[in-house]
């Protein structure tokens, strides 16, 4: 596909809806471009993931999606610009990180839930993980992406869904629960890709941690009448 593909010919606009501008196709090529768009970043996730960053090229990419490669830099300005957008979308179809697990009516429950998913969304973009934060390290702009991804989207989820518990009396008023959110997101991370993707360690072994990551989060933020009756080994009111 070229560039001028993209472009609906007279004779096609003819039959094109208009806008309020007036404009027949104007509609048309504005899905036409963000189906291109989509077709590189996904394309762009499986070379990446592939031959690395550095190893990535525009033409692969492009030639995966089938669009000419002079549409990366137009569209995304350039190999880099590609990597930060595919950050920026990460709750697209094509990455799942923004799919969060079922809520649970226990706290415990809740926290380890949260904890295995996103151990099994590391495995499943192992490859790509490793590229995107890899390159985080080096490239600011890609790093207060990928900071913003989590801050805006991951925290807020987590929050609310934390606020459940505070509001039944589990947790207790007093905790923050942005900050707890950012503990529990902090573990995530640590179990799912360092644990995980870059040491290899025993699945058993990390299911032994979720339940004690769980364990103590409770306990350390249980309400005190509630703290005391967890410590005593009793069943909390």
């Not at 995966?64 to 990597?83: C, D, M, P, T």
């Not at 990460?90 to 998913?117: F, Q």
């Not at 989207?153 to 459940?164: A, I």
């Amino acid at each position: 596909m070229t560039a001028e593909a993209e472009t609906l010919d007279e004779a096609t606009a003819a039959g094109c809806p208009k806008d309020a501008a007036g404009d027949p196709c104007a509609v048309a090529r504005r899905r036409d471009k963000e189906a291109t768009k989509q077709a590189l970043l996904a394309a762009a996730v499986e070379v990446f993931a592939q031959r690395g960053f550095d190893g990535a090229t525009t033409k692969e990419v492009a030639t995966r999606a089938g669009v000419n490669e002079g549409l990366i830099q137009r569209y995304f300005g350039g190999k880099a610009g590609l990597l930060q957008a595919i950050v920026g979308n990460m709750c697209g179809e094509r990455l799942t990180a923004c799919r969060m697990a079922p809520p649970s009516d226990n706290l415990k429950t809740e926290i380890a839930t949260v904890l295995r998913h996103e151990i099994m969304q590391a495995d499943a973009n192992r490859d790509f993980l490793r590229v995107f934060i890899a390159r985080a390290l080096v490239d600011p702009d890609l790093a207060a992406t990928l900071k913003a991804h989590y801050k805006d989207n991951r925290m807020p989820q987590l929050v609310k869904r934390l606020k459940h518990f505070q509001a039944e009396g589990t947790l207790d008023p007093a905790v923050d629960l942005e900050t707890l959110a950012a503990t529990i997101t902090t573990f995530a991370f640590g179990l799912g890709f360092m644990q995980q993707v870059v040491l290899s360690e025993d699945p058993k072994y990390l299911e032994g941690i979720i339940d004690s990551i769980a364990e103590t989060v409770v306990k350390a933020t249980a309400r005190n009448d509630a703290r005391s009756c967890i410590a005593g080994g009793q069943a909390s009111p």
